[in-house]
């Protein structure tokens, strides 16, 4: 199969290419306007797949196709939103030349208009998808499987790049020019307009099991689905769906710059985006993984009902998701399944078993979650990665009823007076061997209270799930002290991971955030806990472990 690949050298043509390294029966023709940076391309590039670099511009399409002849035209160039009156020429010499042609199109007035071309490119048998991408491929996938469970009424969703992943000249000219420009969605039922950028909500992506990405900060984009997947489900009334680059400070300021336009009628951005893409690339810190989100609410059996889709992408495997829809669109091609003929968007071209197959063997983790406010505090927080939990943890974090454990202890205390004046403040227990303990489990409204008694010595916090910036988070307070923390399924333990934490209700810097590995898990059929509670500059305040039984499974064992 011969792919001719406009933008071959890009972010997402370029990332594509690399998909398709391991398949020694394609040839890539790697196109843009520079040949030196084609061929750039084409020395580096390291797989089984033949590449070529070809000086190419979209605007000589027609000439191009008639020399090379491929089998497959990939349009990854863009900016879409630019492409001027003559914006579907690659498309029309395609369906001339008799070609094959997909796009990464993220503009949704241009997916939109797609369609037009459907019957010339059933009389050519030919198929034209556009926006073969995330979005809204994988949305409109996402969206059919929550489908089966409701009548979908609303849907939100955003996107969370790696701040390390970086952003295309032609992905920021894009954003920036609509920044502050009306963006056609469906609202209230009906089509409306948001305005770009200026529109904003948070949300936290967690995968149930996984530690969660931070809350983020994300912001209304002109995206495909806005417009083609509310004719998918005929209940829809409401669509949004957003982008969360960071770091923050500089969305927000594109976030301001976007309402300025918006209220004072100023020109277009776009001529500050090479400043914006020269800032965003080199403003890299935090950590790299990047996530999405697809949140949808509906009508079950009568009822309002509530499901979500995260996905987490640890490191530099998420960059390459945007490129998997053409990437599966080209191995089922090669196994023998083509698209049929015609002209749309790329919103049925996949389901979410082939993402699944290509997320395979790389750190990309996704997984459902649906309110579950009438059960136990764990299994609200952790969803279906309560099930994956040893026996042991399931038992002691299984019921919301009163209940009590008891067992033996280790405990180590930090030494400096600055460890002792704080392990006072909350009650930590002193330094000793083998100690007994009890634990008392009480609910407390949503919450639970844990009074735990180490030889005589108490102390206690109070444990809820966590809202707001702390979604998906297990919330402790110790008195004026709330600890954030991510409950994290890994090896057949549960850790818990500090994320945030405030003091009288204010919100702490990260840089003196308490620290320690704490875990729990099962050992010979008993619930073992390890916790380890450290702070900066002080170093470590207490650490325990031990082992804990059900009270009622001693009494029965005495008897």
């Known amino acids: 199969m011969k792919i001719l690949i406009l933008g071959g050298y890009g972010v997402f043509g370029g990332r594509l290419a690399e998909l398709l390294a391991d398949l020694r029966e394609v040839e890539l023709l790697i196109c843009g306007r520079d040949l030196s940076r084609a061929a750039a391309f084409c020395a580096r590039y390291d797989g089984q797949a033949r590449v070529h670099p070809v000086a190419l511009d979209r605007a000589d399409i027609v000439a191009g196709l008639r ?22 020429g690659v498309i029309s010499a395609c369906i001339d030349a008799g070609i094959d042609y997909l796009d990464f199109a993220d503009a949704a007035d241009f997916v939109f208009g797609v369609p037009q071309f459907d019957a010339q490119a059933k009389a050519a048998g030919v198929f034209v998808l556009s926006g073969v991408s995330s979005f809204p491929v994988l949305t409109a996938a996402v969206l059919r499987e929550i489908a089966t469970t409701m009548d979908i009424v609303s849907v939100d969703g955003g996107i969370a790049p790696s701040p390390y992943a970086g952003i295309g000249l032609n992905v920021m000219r894009a954003v920036v020019g609509y920044a502050g420009a009306p963006v056609k969605l469906w609202r209230d039922g009906g089509p409306s307009q948001g305005i770009g950028l200026a529109e904003s909500l948070r949300a936290t992506i967690a995968v149930p099991g996984r530690l969660p990405l931070r809350n983020i900060h994300f912001s209304l984009v002109d995206v495909p689905d806005l417009q083609v997947i509310p004719p998918e489900h005929p209940t829809m009334t409401d669509i ?56 949808a609410r509906g009508i079950s059996h009568g009822r309002a009902v509530e499901r979500s889709w995260h996905l987490l992408a640890e490191g530099d495997d998420g960059p390459y998701i945007p490129s998997m829809a053409v990437e599966a669109v080209v191995r089922k091609m090669l196994a023998g399944t083509r698209p049929e003929p015609g002209a749309r968007s790329g919103v049925r071209a996949l389901e979410l078993e082939d993402y699944d197959r290509l997320f395979q063997g790389r750190r990309i983790y996704t997984g459902f979650r649906a309110p579950e406010d009438d059960a136990p505090l764990y299994r609200r927080i952790l969803g279906s990665a309560f099930s994956t939990l040893p026996l042991r943890l399931r038992e002691l974090h299984g019921s919301a009823a009163a209940r009590e454990w008891t067992g033996f202890a280790e405990v180590r205390r930090g030494r400096g ?12 227990p002193r330094g000793a061997s083998k100690v007994p303990v009890t634990v008392r489990f009480s609910p407390q409204g949503d919450a639970e209270r844990w009074v735990r008694n180490f030889g005589g010595r108490r102390f206690s916090s109070v444990q809820s799930v966590g809202t707001g910036r702390n979604e998906h988070l297990l919330v402790e307070q110790f008195g004026p002290a709330r600890f954030a923390l991510a409950l994290v399924v890994e090896s057949g333990r549960l850790a818990l991971v500090p994320r945030r934490w405030s003091l009288f209700g204010i919100p702490m810097p990260k840089f003196l955030l308490p620290t320690g590995l704490s875990f729990e898990t099962e050992r010979e059929g008993q619930f073992c806990f390890d916790v380890e509670i450290s702070m900066p500059l002080i170093g470590r305040i207490v650490a325990y472990r031990g082992t804990l039984r059900r009270a009622d499974d001693l009494v029965r064992t005495a008897a």
Not at 67 to 88: E, I, K, M, N, T
């Open 67 to 88: 020399v090379h002849r491929p089998d497959l035209v990939v349009d990854a160039s863009g900016p879409f939103q630019d492409y001027g009156a003559d914006r579907y």
């Open 240 to 295: 949004w769906m957003g982008a969360g680059p960071v770091p923050e400070i500089l969305h927000r300021i594109l976030n301001l710059l976007a309402m300025a336009r918006a209220r004072l009628g100023l020109p277009s951005l776009e001529p500050f985006s090479r400043l914006f893409y020269a800032v965003l690339n080199r403003m890299r810190f935090g950590e790299h993984r990047g996530g999405m989100f697809v949140r």
């Open 417 to 428: 007076p600055a460890a002792a004046i704080v392990a006072a403040l909350f009650g930590f």
